[in-house]
């Protein structure tokens, strides 16, 4: 089975920066799509980073675009989320995910393999 932990998370003042990191127990070229999202206490969980497991190339959610960068290291079977610029409005339990053909869409719903989670708090 696969397994996704993320690290990272954490309370910072708002302009601060984090880096979430997501280690898998796969070889990450083995699946089309990786991504994060992230569930505000009482709302929906949301995609904000993609990127495609073979090619490298990567989107992001408005919200975040310019502010986050998603990157991966094949050799540590580890996904990076960079975190700058952080706003009070980026709370939230973030998730990597792993998932199949559809990922460039960065739904919830066409993810599979989910982490259990970590905390981001600005303030």
């Known amino acids: 089975d696969m397994q996704l932990v993320e690290s990272g998370g954490g309370s910072v003042q708002a302009g601060g920066s984090l880096r979430l990191s997501c280690v898998t127990n796969?070889?990450?070229?083995?699946?089309?799509?990786w991504g994060w999202f992230r569930q505000p206490p009482g709302k929906e969980r949301e995609g904000i980073a993609g990127i495609h497991g073979l090619i490298g190339s990567t989107f992001y959610a408005d919200s975040v675009k310019g502010r986050f960068t998603i990157s991966q290291d094949n050799n540590k079977n580890t996904l990076y989320l960079q975190m700058d610029s952080l706003k009070p409005e980026d709370t939230a339990m973030y998730y990597c995910?792993?998932?199949?053909?559809?990922?460039?869409?960065?739904?919830?719903?066409?993810?599979?393999?989910w982490g259990q989670g970590t905390q981001v708090t600005v303030s």
């Open positions: 796969i070889n990450m070229r083995k699946r089309y799509y």
């Open positions: 995910a792993a998932g199949g053909l559809e990922g460039w869409r960065l739904l919830p719903e066409v993810f599979d393999d």
